[in-house]
Nanobody, 121 residues
Framework: QVQLVESGGGAVQAGGSLRLSCAAS??????????MGWFRQAPGKEREFVAN????????YYVDSVKGRFTISRDNAKNTVYLQMNDLKPEDTAVYYC????????????WGQGTQVTVSS
């Protein structure tokens, strides 16, 4: 059983910052075997990719709308991935999910339950 548990969401004003965390656990889950990603889903919209990071933490990708504002990182000793979000905008309001990808196929294999981020103008 693999669990991904997000935390750190909340309500902030535009221009503010939040740091999301996602702790991974599971008896057979080897954190360093997985690429980790963050996704988000706003009300009435489809879930969208936000960022991902490879197992080593050296390579990361971002959706254009968050480049320069969000930073994904991971601490393999703590089995945790982070999303530092700065200069938040109202359009960043969504439920944020972390996910783990084993490198096979296109789909992410495990998902967290999500954490709400609300940005007011």
């Amino acid at each position: 059983q693999v669990q991904l548990v997000e935390s750190g969401g909340g309500a902030v004003q535009a221009g503010g910052s939040l740091r999301l965390s996602c702790a991974a656990s599971g008896r057979t889950f080897t954190f360093t075997s997985y690429k980790m990603g963050w996704f988000r889903q706003a009300p009435g919209k489809e879930r969208e990719f936000v960022a991902n990071i490879d197992w080593s933490g050296r390579t990361a990708y971002y959706v254009d709308s968050v480049k320069g504002r969000f930073t994904i990182s991971r601490d393999n000793a703590k089995n945790t991935v982070y999303l530092q979000m700065n200069d938040l905008k109202p359009e960043d309001t969504a439920v944020y999910y972390c996910a783990a990808h084993d490198g096979l196929g296109k789909k992410y294999d495990y998902w967290g339950q999500g954490t709400q981020v609300t940005v007011s103008s």
